[in-house]
T-cell receptor, first 114, second 111 residues
């Protein structure tokens, strides 16, 4: 199993540009999450999904959109990037069975907005 | 979710046990204690969790006090690769909700 993978690993954008971050998991997990991590801080939840076709806002959703068209994929979109969105983005997934809080994280996407 | 308090940083010599404390005095009866770690530039990694009994797995041991107001994560033989930020998280096992990461403890293992 590859676990949780993220594409791309690095990206540099100019203010106002758009992009989509892709998260994929091969563990058949129902739940998927997008977090961001700024320097010296803990992770903060952007959006999450409890199943295919469903999404919900987290702690810091402004400026982002998400889609979960397939169970294994969770996309994070930035329609008009801003320098404040410079961060490391982590995707995670978890099962709906057993221990709900064991989340599996991807390696991260480092985004710089100039 | 209960608030947790961890020291900002700790040092440990390679090969020695690393004992990382966490205070969670407001923990409620159905809340679990979870430990994750984040090695520099990588995604967080689950380590261990427990409710009230001590737990051990291949990575670490978790000791929870009888009153459940504090816990200690033990890495029995720390290596350089254990240098990371360690997060103690207390919450109910509610499906589909986020983990709340505080600032954690930065553990530095040196030779």
């Amino acid at each position: 199993n590859a676990g949780v993978t993220q594409t791309p690993k690095f990206r540099v954008l100019k203010t106002g540009q758009s992009m989509t971050l892709l998260c994929a998991q091969d563990m058949n997990h129902e739940y998927m999450y997008w977090y961001r991590q700024d320097p010296g801080m803990g992770l903060r939840l952007i959006h999450y999904s409890v199943g295919e076709g469903t999404t919900a806002k987290g702690e810091v959703p402004d400026g982002y959109n998400v889609s979960r068209l397939k169970k294994q994929n969770f996309l994070l979109g930035l329609e008009s990037a801003a320098p404040s969105q410079t961060s490391v983005y982590f995707c995670a997934s978890s099962s709906h069975q057993g221990d709900y809080n064991e989340q599996f994280f991807g390696p991260g996407t480092r985004l710089t907005v100039l | 979710d209960a608030k947790t308090t961890q020291p900002t940083s700790m040092d440990c010599a390679e090969g020695r046990a690393a004992n990382l404390p966490c205070n969670h005095s407001t923990i409620s009866g159905n809340e679990y204690v979870y430990w994750y770690r984040q090695i520099h530039s990588q995604g967080p990694q689950y380590i261990i969790h427990g409710l009230k009994n001590n737990e051990t797995n291949e990575m670490a041991s978790l000791i929870i006090t009888e009153d459940r107001k504090s816990s200690t994560l033990i890495l029995p033989h720390a290596t350089l690769r254990d240098t990371a930020v360690y997060y103690c998280i207390v919450r109910r096992p509610v499906a589909g909700t986020a983990l709340i990461f505080g600032k954690g403890t930065t553990l530095s293992v040196s030779s």
